[in-house]
């Protein structure tokens, strides 16, 4: 089974700078896509970024030149940077994997992590 448990999530002032991480564990399995999702209160999960196996990247409009997703196959971790946050930049953000066993595809979502963007 997959699991992934994400860190770095707290409260920054607008302007600052928070660093997502995500690690996946267990066994028998390959990574493929990666990515960051966030919720608002009372909305659906809204893609953040996502980066497949070989380093392609998507970021949504609302974070493209702020944030940067990265990924590092040997040890099955995606991290989000986030620069210049904005108070509408709060909410739950959340690591997802798709995942391949050799016999299935499928996904995978972390816990979430909180982040809040306030003065």
């Known amino acids: 089974q997959v699991q992934l448990v994400e860190s770095g999530g707290g409260l920054v002032q607008p302007g600052g700078s928070l660093r997502l991480s995500c690690a996946a564990s267990?066994?028998?399995?390959?990574?493929?896509?990666m990515g960051w999702y966030r919720q608002f209160p009372e909305k659906q999960r809204e893609l953040v970024a996502t980066?497949?196996?070989?380093?392609?990247?998507n970021y949504s409009t609302s974070v493209k030149s702020r944030f940067t997703i990265t990924r590092d196959n040997p040890k099955n971790r995606v991290s989000l940077q986030m620069n210049n946050l904005k108070p509408e930049d709060t909410a739950i953000y959340y690591c997802?994997?798709?995942?391949?066993?050799?016999?299935?595809?499928?996904?995978?979502w972390g816990q979430g992590t909180q982040v809040t963007v306030s003065s």
């Open positions: 997802s994997a798709k995942f391949y066993t050799g016999e299935v595809v499928d996904d995978v």
């Open positions: 267990g066994s028998g399995f390959s990574l493929l896509t």
């Open positions: 980066i497949t196996r070989g380093l392609t990247t």
